[in-house]
Structures are given as structure tokens and as C-alpha cells.
């Protein structure tokens, strides 16, 4: 790329992160556009750290401007994009120049994951992401989207079974690990694989492969960066309480539209039988008992937390809740859910939660079978089942008749999930086999898709 493209490119995405943030409420007025172009002429283009203090400081006037400015540069200057020398990013410190090692010049990337999950530093975990994404993301076959890239590289790395790996081969040693930060390690080397895929997706320029959302509520949330989640977090109380408001308004105003005679006539004594002030029946208010089954394997684990802090905020508006969680294995979290005071993060059930069974590989017919033998007589006519996962069964038996077993015995089951529709039922996507045994199927990719879900469901 020569020096007037990459000007041109750079130039183009500062207009961007500007535009992002007037669509948040801040106000960048052209005098601050040419304050930036003024700031870029005295930095290093080439060091991420002096390219957004510069940004920064000439864009954003507010303090609370500040965590919208962070993540909008980073969906437009994302960290170190790997095969483009001109891109305002550099390598970690102490990392090598080349990412990709010949074959047998160095460990399989199984080993080297597994290794820097145990005992890595973030320099090690990004070249790792920077590998596996080059080796795995499926770039030479053409540029598709950003979520198609990182799924291929999710799946490769596999990530859950990284986790029951880690932790088996520590205790095999004699050691006793703490599965929390093995687990935070996991969740950075995601970020990270992340952040790599669109750093490739922008400096091929491809914008429309790059996700644009401007609010929160927006933000695909298997893909989202570090920054964008906690963006999300912070909207998720707000979207449970307004929530919970309508909801409840709703059960107040609720009117069946028959007239209730004894009532009405009872209250026409008054006016000499004339029945003036008509009495209607108001029907018994309907609050479910909601089960939540929550896939928190690979890309779905965040949407999984999201659901079941959703949930959780809108207890009161039901009768009761229960949440489980599942990789192959099934295990009830409804004490940990009820105790986070904020979102329920994926790291926090890995930690408590037993959810990985035999290989930690999604299987979600045993765990639809061992959900029915734990809850099944739990389960009656008020009872709503809300499972939230990708569908994807790794070609394993679906279980179908067992979730037909449990719709039959509840009220409802619906299915939240947070793939785009297009890629239903592609490859061990085996949505619709359950499809056929729910009340709804809803795609639920954002948290305002959430939000309307969740509200149409109750």
C-alpha cells in the first residue's frame, strides 16, 4: 500500500470514529476533525498508544465520552493487524516478527495454546491469536464476514476444552490451579482472536464485513471487543428495569373484555339501576416459572451471561427462575446467577459451574436428556423454558424427541439464538430438528434483539 493510500485509509476510519461518536451525542464539529489532522502530523502513525492519546484528546471533550471513544477505536484502529506494515499498529513487545512458524520449526499451536493458557503473558496469548488466525480464519478462500472468520478460528482453537484440559493436566501434576484465571486467559486469547479477524477484515478494506453499530444496544455481542462489552454491561440493568416496567404496566391494564354482571348490577344500586360504572373480569395476571438453559461454549458464552442477567433483573416480574448452564454437561447455576451483582460473566461459570463433561464438546442431545431427568417433574403448565445456544451439535445425535418430551410437559420452550438465520442449519447446525418442539425461534444477535425476545416471551 503505498504512503497516500494508507493516509487516505487512516484518514477514512478517523471520520468514521468521528461519526460514531456524534451518533452517541458528542459533539465533533469540523474544528475538531482538523484539530486530529493537525495532532496526527506530530505522532508516530505507527504507535497505537500516541495515535488515540492524539484522537483523544482533540476529539473527545466530556468524561463520559470516553469509554464510547475506546471502543469505537477500537473497531476502527483495532491492535496490531497482522500482514499490513503500514498499519498504525505494532507487534507486542517481545513478540517475533513472523507469526506463522514453518512446519516443525516449532510446537503444534495445540501445545503452544495450552502452554500460554497455563502460564502465558498477553504478548504470548496475541502472537497465538495472530497464528491461529491466519492458519484457521479461512482468508484465501475470500473475505466473508467477520463473524464467518471468527467461528472457523473458535472452532479450530476450541476453547472450552481448553479450559477441562488445562485444569486436568495441572492436577495431574500434583498442582492445584485457579480455574478463574485459567479461565480469564481463555476469554483474552478470544478477544484477541477477535481482535486479529478485524483487524484483517479493515486493512483489506472491507467495511461492510466490520460491524458499524453506534449504540450499545447494537453491538453483536458474539463478536463484540473488550471495550463494546463493557458497554453492553453497562446497558443491561437500564434495558431490565425499563423492561420490567412495561411488563408490569401490561399485567395491570389486562382486561378480558367480558362484562362481569353481578359486579355491574351491584354497583348500579346506587344510580337506581342504571348501570353506569360497568364492572369487567380481569383474568389472573400470568407469571411463568422460567427455565433458562444456556449454552456458554466457544462465541455463544457472552450472550449466555447476558441472558441470564436479563432474567435475573426481571425476577420480580416472575414467578420464579432457575438457570443452568451446559457445554456436555448440564449443571444448575441459579445461587451464582442470583448472587452477581452485575452481569454474569463466562469465566465466573466455568469457575463454579460444572458444565464440561466428557470432551467439552457441545452436546446438546445428552444435555437435553439430562436436563429432563433433573427437572422434568419440576416442569407443569406454567412453566417456560427459554434455551439460548447456537444449535450447533457437533454431528452428534440432537435429542429432538427429549425436548418434544419437555415442550409437552411445559407451558412453552423457545430458543434464542445468537446466529445470524442465514447460517441456521449450515454444517452441524441443527436448528431446525429443534425448531419443530418451540413456541418461537428467535435470532438474538444484539441486546435490543434480546430485549424484544425476552419481552415477547413473558
Same mark, same amino acid.
Given at each position: 500500500?503505498?504512503?497516500?493510500?494508507?493516509?487516505?485509509?487512516?484518514?477514512?476510519?478517523?471520520?468514521?470514529?468521528?461519526?460514531?461518536?456524534?451518533?452517541?451525542?458528542?459533539?465533533?464539529?469540523?474544528?475538531?476533525?482538523?484539530?486530529?489532522?493537525?495532532?496526527?502530523?506530530?505522532?508516530?502513525?505507527?504507535?497505537?498508544?500516541?495515535?488515540?492519546?492524539?484522537?483523544?484528546?482533540?476529539?473527545?471533550?466530556?468524561?463520559?465520552?470516553?469509554?464510547?471513544?475506546?471502543?469505537?477505536?477500537?473497531?476502527?484502529?483495532?491492535?496490531?493487524?497482522?500482514?499490513?506494515?503500514?498499519?498504525?499498529?505494532?507487534?507486542?513487545?517481545?513478540?517475533?516478527?513472523?507469526?506463522?512458524?514453518?512446519?516443525?520449526?516449532?510446537?503444534?499451536?495445540? +501445545?503452544?495454546? *495450552? &502452554?500460554? =493458557?497455563? @502460564?502465558?503473558? $498477553? %504478548?504470548?496469548? /496475541?502472537?497465538?491469536? #495472530?497464528?491461529?488466525? !491466519?492458519?484457521?480464519?479461512?482468508?484465501?478462500?475470500?473475505?466473508?464476514?467477520?463473524?464467518?472468520?471468527?467461528?472457523?478460528?473458535?472452532?479450530?482453537?476450541?476453547?472450552?476444552?481448553?479450559?477441562?484440559?488445562?485444569?486436568?493436566?495441572?492436577?495431574?501434576?500434583?498442582? +492445584?490451579?485457579? *480455574? &478463574?484465571? =485459567?479461565? @480469564?486467559?481463555? $476469554? %483474552?486469547?478470544? /478477544?484477541?482472536?477477535? #481482535?486479529?479477524?478485524? !483487524?484483517?477484515?479493515?486493512?483489506?478494506?472491507?467495511?461492510?464485513?466490520?460491524?458499524?453499530?453506534?449504540?450499545?444496544?447494537?453491538?453483536?455481542?458474539?463478536?463484540?471487543?473488550?471495550?463494546?462489552?463493557?458497554?453492553?454491561?453497562?446497558?443491561?440493568?437500564?434495558?431490565?428495569?425499563?423492561?420490567? &416496567?412495561?411488563?408490569?404496566?401490561?399485567?395491570?391494564?389486562?382486561?378480558?373484555?367480558?362484562?362481569?354482571?353481578?359486579?355491574?348490577?351491584?354497583?348500579?344500586?346506587?344510580?337506581?339501576?342504571?348501570?353506569?360504572?360497568?364492572?369487567?373480569?380481569?383474568?389472573?395476571?400470568?407469571?411463568?416459572?422460567?427455565?433458562?438453559?444456556?449454552?456458554?461454549?466457544?462465541?455463544?458464552?457472552?450472550?449466555?451471561?447476558?441472558?441470564?442477567?436479563?432474567?435475573?433483573?426481571?425476577?420480580?416480574?416472575?414467578?420464579?427462575?432457575?438457570?443452568?448452564?451446559?457445554?456436555?454437561?448440564?449443571?444448575?447455576?441459579?445461587?451464582?446467577?442470583?448472587?452477581?451483582?452485575?452481569?454474569?460473566?463466562?469465566?465466573?461459570?466455568?469457575?463454579?459451574?460444572?458444565?464440561?463433561?466428557?470432551?467439552?464438546?457441545?452436546?446438546?442431545?445428552?444435555?437435553?436428556?439430562?436436563?429432563?431427568?433433573?427437572?422434568?417433574?419440576?416442569?407443569?403448565?406454567?412453566?417456560?423454558?427459554?434455551?439460548?445456544?447456537?444449535?450447533?451439535?457437533?454431528?452428534?445425535?440432537?435429542?429432538?424427541?427429549?425436548?418434544?418430551?419437555?415442550?409437552?410437559?411445559?407451558?412453552?420452550?423457545?430458543?434464542?439464538?445468537?446466529?445470524?438465520?442465514?447460517?441456521?442449519?449450515?454444517?452441524?447446525?441443527?436448528?431446525?430438528?429443534?425448531?419443530?418442539?418451540?413456541?418461537?425461534?428467535?435470532?438474538?444477535?444484539?441486546?435490543?434483539?434480546?430485549?424484544?425476545?425476552?419481552?415477547?416471551?413473558?
Amino acid at each position: 500500500m503505498s504512503a497516500a493510500a494508507a493516509g487516505d485509509a487512516l484518514w477514512a476510519r478517523v471520520q468514521q470514529l468521528a461519526s460514531g461518536l456524534r451518533a452517541g451525542g458528542a459533539e465533533v464539529a469540523l474544528s475538531e476533525l482538523l484539530d486530529a489532522a493537525e495532532a496526527l502530523r506530530h505522532v508516530r502513525l505507527a504507535d497505537r498508544r500516541e495515535l488515540r492519546t492524539a484522537l483523544q484528546a482533540t476529539l473527545v471533550k466530556n468524561a463520559h465520552e470516553l469509554a464510547r471513544f475506546d471502543a469505537l477505536f477500537d473497531r476502527w484502529f483495532p491492535a496490531h493487524p497482522a500482514g499490513d506494515d503500514e498499519a498504525p499498529a505494532g507487534p507486542p513487545a517481545g513478540a517475533p516478527d513472523s507469526v506463522t512458524p514453518p512446519d516443525g520449526a516449532a510446537p503444534a499451536l495445540g +501445545e503452544r495454546v *495450552r &502452554a500460554a =493458557v497455563n @502460564a502465558g503473558t $498477553e %504478548a504470548e496469548l /496475541r502472537v497465538l491469536a #495472530e497464528v491461529a488466525v !491466519a492458519r484457521h480464519a479461512g482468508f484465501d478462500e475470500g473475505t466473508r464476514t467477520e463473524r464467518y472468520h471468527v467461528y472457523r478460528v473458535l472452532r479450530a482453537v476450541e476453547l472450552a476444552r481448553l479450559l477441562h484440559d488445562a485444569l486436568r493436566r495441572a492436577r495431574e501434576r500434583g498442582e +492445584e490451579p485457579s *480455574r &478463574a484465571e =485459567v479461565a @480469564a486467559r481463555i $476469554e %483474552a486469547l478470544r /478477544r484477541l482472536i477477535i #481482535e486479529q479477524v478485524r !483487524a484483517r477484515l479493515v486493512f483489506d478494506g472491507d467495511p461492510a464485513a466490520v460491524a458499524t453499530a453506534t449504540s450499545p444496544f447494537d453491538v453483536e455481542l458474539g463478536r463484540a471487543t473488550a471495550s463494546e462489552l463493557a458497554e453492553v454491561r453497562a446497558a443491561v440493568r437500564p434495558l431490565a428495569r425499563r423492561l420490567a &416496567a412495561r411488563l408490569g404496566r401490561r399485567r395491570q391494564s389486562i382486561r378480558s373484555g367480558a362484562v362481569d354482571m353481578k359486579r355491574t348490577a351491584r354497583r348500579s344500586v346506587g344510580t337506581g339501576g342504571v348501570p353506569i360504572d360497568v364492572a369487567y373480569r380481569r383474568p389472573h395476571a400470568h407469571r411463568p416459572e422460567v427455565f433458562t438453559l444456556c449454552d456458554v461454549s466457544g462465541s455463544v458464552a457472552d450472550f449466555a451471561g447476558f441472558t441470564l442477567t436479563l432474567l435475573s433483573a426481571l425476577a420480580g416480574e416472575l414467578a420464579s427462575t432457575r438457570s443452568f448452564a451446559f457445554v456436555d454437561a448440564v449443571d444448575e447455576i441459579t445461587d451464582l446467577v442470583a448472587a452477581c451483582d452485575g452481569v454474569v460473566e463466562p469465566w465466573q461459570i466455568l469457575q463454579r459451574g460444572r458444565v464440561i463433561g466428557a470432551d467439552g464438546h457441545s452436546d446438546y442431545g445428552a444435555v437435553l436428556g439430562d436436563f429432563r431427568d433433573r427437572c422434568g417433574r419440576a416442569l407443569g403448565p406454567r412453566s417456560t423454558v427459554i434455551i439460548t445456544g447456537d444449535a450447533r451439535n457437533n454431528y452428534r445425535p440432537t435429542g429432538a424427541a427429549v425436548l418434544a418430551e419437555i415442550a409437552r410437559h411445559s407451558r412453552a420452550v423457545y430458543w434464542l439464538n445468537p446466529e445470524p438465520r442465514a447460517q441456521w442449519d449450515a454444517t452441524d447446525s441443527v436448528q431446525a430438528a429443534y425448531a419443530a418442539h418451540c413456541r418461537g425461534v428467535f435470532e438474538v444477535r444484539t441486546l435490543r434483539q434480546l430485549g424484544e425476545a425476552v419481552e415477547r416471551i413473558l
